[in-house]
């Protein structure tokens, strides 16, 4: 749905503060999602978890009710794990002297709200749909939140426009490098709009540039290949008007990224996440086998001089 936000990006901002909110030992500390979204949207997810009315319930039924549909979401393991995933290769591109942070597809994320000390002086560069970024800072100044420093919002259609026009509207730096995180987002693109966009990050950064981006595994699309609960959320984000378009194999995902001008640094599987981040939750997280995260770096032999 072009002109509305993406329900989506929503139902991730409150699972990740759900696990911020309830972890004994959060392996990510964003609990912005709980005040950020929108109390319209959280209507709209306690009437697809609950038959009763949960209008005449008390505020802790309402939240109990909230937080067991948002434990059962086929994604939510997932979401947790790339979070943390990202935001550590942030961190080992800031300790090597990277300053510029683009997040493309950003949504509800909060890190310009909460970034760490080490990251004081690195710019970010938000890009998003207009509609769900408009949102966003509208429910900012609806909190009274101040504009975060050293940050830039850049409403983009990137169906539309690519993100290097995008990023010419903004401060970004092109002889300088960068750190991009694309996250959930390559799913909900044809496989010519994933490459056309990698492509445009190589070919605009320079060397010790790198992306984050999560993507799934092309046999997780075929019918009847997941869990219930999977195949379950697949049609519920179909009906938003946010379907699953594409994936890659994991195969050929190194030669694919050479040929877009990317040399693929890691490539990990949902089971390799939850084996590096081992976490006490419960319920335990278990993210679907085909999901999976890559870091790749710009091919300095492809970078233009």
């Not at 044809?190 to 595994?217: H, M, Q, W």
């Not at 194999?249 to 939850?274: M, R, Y």
Request: charged share 20%; with cysteine.
């Amino acid at each position: 749905m072009q002109n509305q936000p993406s329900r989506t990006a929503l139902t991730t901002s409150l699972i990740r503060a759900h696990h911020a909110r309830t972890s004994l030992a959060p392996l990510i500390n964003d609990p912005w999602g709980d005040v950020l979204v929108p109390q319209s949207f959280v209507d709209v997810l306690l009437q697809w978890a609950s038959q009763d009315d949960t209008h005449s319930m008390t505020a802790g039924e309402r939240q109990a009710v909230l937080d067991g549909y948002l434990s059962r979401t086929a994604s939510y393991a997932s979401v947790i794990f790339r979070s943390r995933f990202a935001e550590d290769a942030l961190d080992a591109a800031i300790a090597k002297g990277v300053r510029q942070y683009v997040q493309i597809g950003a949504g509800f994320d909060s890190y310009v709200l909460r970034r760490p000390q080490h990251a004081r002086d690195v710019q970010v560069f938000e890009v998003d749909h207009p509609a769900t970024q408009t949102l966003k800072l509208q429910r900012l100044s609806e909190l009274d939140v101040s504009p975060p420093v050293r940050a830039e919002f850049i409403a983009a259609n990137l169906a539309r426009e690519s993100i290097v026009d995008a990023l010419r509207r903004s401060g970004f730096q092109f002889d300088k490098p960068a750190f991009f995180s694309w996250l959930g987002v390559t799913v909900y693109l044809t496989r010519e709009a994933n490459l056309t966009t990698l492509r445009a990050i190589a070919e605009c950064c320079k060397p010790g540039s790198s992306v984050v981006f999560t993507y799934t595994d092309e046999l997780g699309l075929l019918p009847g290949s997941q869990s219930a609960a999977y195949e379950r959320m697949k049609r519920n984000v179909a009906v938003l008007g946010e379907p699953f378009l594409s994936g890659f194999d994991p195969q050929q995902l190194s030669a694919i990224l050479a040929g877009v001008g990317f040399v693929l640094k890691e490539d990990l599987s949902g089971l390799d996440l939850s084996e590096r981040y081992a976490c006490p939750a419960v319920p335990p997280l278990l993210p679907s086998a085909f999901s999976r995260i890559a870091l790749a770096i710009v091919n300095p032999t492809t970078v233009p001089s």
